[in-house]
């Protein structure tokens, strides 16, 4: 919900910010954090609110498992070969890569106490382990963000060629069946 009370979803990004994906990533990043806000508070209501459970589970299903691959597949790749030695970036991309598979295992429990509550038509504080599931999954996500965006994204800014930030943006925008966010930019 918004500041109104009515049902707000979850922002999407505009596509034009795929032109600076560096700043696309931190904007999904923010997209994440909003997301733990909704299940945080989700979890503490036995109120079913459908339209707000059903965005919690559409951006589990749809949104956490691309931005994952667009890490996994593009960003961190290309970080591993245009960075240094000192930049010392190999252990942080191990321990991020370990924690995206760790992250889309928790979502997908997430995911299912959502999904019971949707067919029970029942709010998640009704679940006992709605706590025990929500609560670290959020904690790890927000965690996992604050590292991306206090280490990762600056190195990629100094690392990444302009060449590297366009096919980056480029794959994100195929990705998501969008145009080239270049193709009228000339």
Request: charged share 25%; glycine share 4%.
């Amino acid at each position: 919900m918004g500041s109104t009370g009515k049902f707000q979803p979850i922002e999407p990004i505009p596509a034009d910010l795929l032109q600076e994906p560096l700043i696309w990533f931190f904007a999904e990043h923010y997209r994440h954090r909003d997301l733990c806000a909704r299940l945080l508070s989700a979890m503490q209501s036995v109120v079913f609110d459908e339209p707000a459970l059903r965005e919690i589970y559409r951006f589990l299903d749809e949104d956490l498992p691309l931005h994952v691959i667009d890490e996994e597949d593009d960003l961190f790749p290309l970080l591993r070969r245009r960075c240094e030695p000192d930049d010392q970036i190999g252990k942080v991309l191990g321990m991020l890569s370990a924690e995206h598979a760790n992250d889309m295992s928790e979502a997908a429990a997430v995911k299912q106490i959502v999904a019971t509550a949707l067919a029970e038509q029942r709010g998640l504080a009704c679940y006992k382990n709605a706590v025990q599931v929500i609560e670290p999954f959020c904690f790890q996500q927000k965690r996992h963000i604050a590292v991306e965006n206090a280490v990762v994204l600056p190195i990629a800014r100094h690392r990444l060629t302009v060449e590297d930030l366009d096919n980056l943006a480029r794959r994100l925008a195929a990705r998501r069946g969008l145009n080239d966010p270049f193709a009228d930019a000339s």
